[in-house]
């Protein structure tokens, strides 16, 4: 996937300055950003809820005005540990942990959904998506201690893995600079929701317009 994205990335810088494209008709963009989820723990715990998050996809300019477009979108990693003694419940069945416990959910997707253009002049754009990312998630939970989840116990060091998948709907908005008629660069917000939780996203993206 990283080299996909630094694919489309040079082939964008490389394009000819100065061609001409039609108001509609197929692109292909790629973007990196920060992503930040908006986690629920109980007290005492460190969490570490952001990371880098990607994107790589492509699109079709009905007109100036809407487009479809659809991809990839990694979302990262979050985290969060303590120390001590737990119980508790997590994704719906019991657990009791002693040691150092820690939890990670890591999520990415494919999204589909219209993006709205709102031309402020030829170089300048504003921008509003709604659409829908099918998201999975792989989560996992681990103690130095004792673990035990589900009714196993885990020894020390034994990790607990879970994955979880399901089809949520995001909303952004962004603004657009034009450098020519082909290329372009945007900065965004995005709010995607994966297993009941906000993910708010920031990202810089290159976009190639055929």
């Given at each position: 996937?990283?080299?996909?994205?630094?694919?489309?990335?040079?082939?964008?810088?490389?394009?000819?300055?100065?061609?001409?494209?039609?108001?509609?008709?197929?692109?292909?963009?790629?973007?990196?950003?920060?992503?930040?989820?908006?986690?629920?723990?109980?007290?005492?715990?460190?969490?570490?809820?952001?990371?880098?998050?990607?994107?790589?996809?492509?699109?079709?300019?009905?007109?100036?005005?809407?487009?479809?477009?659809?991809?990839?979108?990694?979302?990262?990693?979050?985290?969060?540990?303590?120390?001590?003694?737990?119980?508790?419940?997590?994704?719906?069945?019991?657990?009791?942990?002693?040691?150092?416990?820690?939890?990670?959910?890591?999520?990415?997707?494919?999204?589909?959904?219209?993006?709205?253009?709102?031309?402020?002049?030829?170089?300048?754009?504003?921008?509003?998506?709604?659409?829908?990312?099918?998201?999975?998630?792989?989560?996992?939970?681990?103690?130095?201690?004792?673990?035990?989840?589900?009714?196993?116990?885990?020894?020390?060091?034994?990790?607990?893995?879970?994955?979880?998948?399901?089809?949520?709907?995001?909303?952004?908005?962004?603004?657009?600079?034009?450098?020519?008629?082909?290329?372009?660069?945007?900065?965004?917000?995005?709010?995607?929701k994966v297993l009941s939780t906000d993910v708010?996203?920031?990202?810089?993206?290159?976009?190639?317009?055929?």
């Amino acid at each position: 996937m990283k080299k996909t994205l630094l694919t489309i990335l040079i082939a964008g810088l490389f394009v000819t300055f100065g061609a001409n494209a039609a108001d509609n008709g197929f692109y292909i963009e790629g973007g990196v950003g920060q992503s930040k989820a908006n986690l629920d723990v109980p007290a005492g715990f460190t969490v570490d809820n952001k990371d880098t998050t990607s994107l790589v996809g492509v699109g079709y300019k009905i007109n100036k005005y809407i487009a479809i477009e659809g991809g990839y979108r990694d979302l990262g990693k979050a985290t969060a540990s303590a120390s001590g003694t737990f119980t508790g419940t997590y994704k719906g069945s019991p657990y009791s942990a002693t040691g150092v416990i820690s939890g990670s959910a890591d999520a990415d997707g494919l999204y589909i959904g219209p993006v709205f253009t709102f031309p402020v002049n030829p170089q300048f754009e504003v921008l509003a998506r709604v659409g829908l990312l099918d998201w999975s998630v792989k989560q996992n939970l681990s103690a130095t201690g004792t673990l035990t989840y589900q009714g196993t116990t885990y020894a020390g060091g034994e990790t607990a893995s879970q994955k979880d998948s399901g089809t949520d709907a995001y909303y952004g908005i962004g603004a657009a600079y034009n450098v020519t008629k082909n290329v372009g660069m945007s900065i965004n917000y995005t709010r995607f929701k994966v297993l009941s939780t906000d993910v708010d996203t920031w990202d810089v993206r290159l976009k190639y317009s055929f």
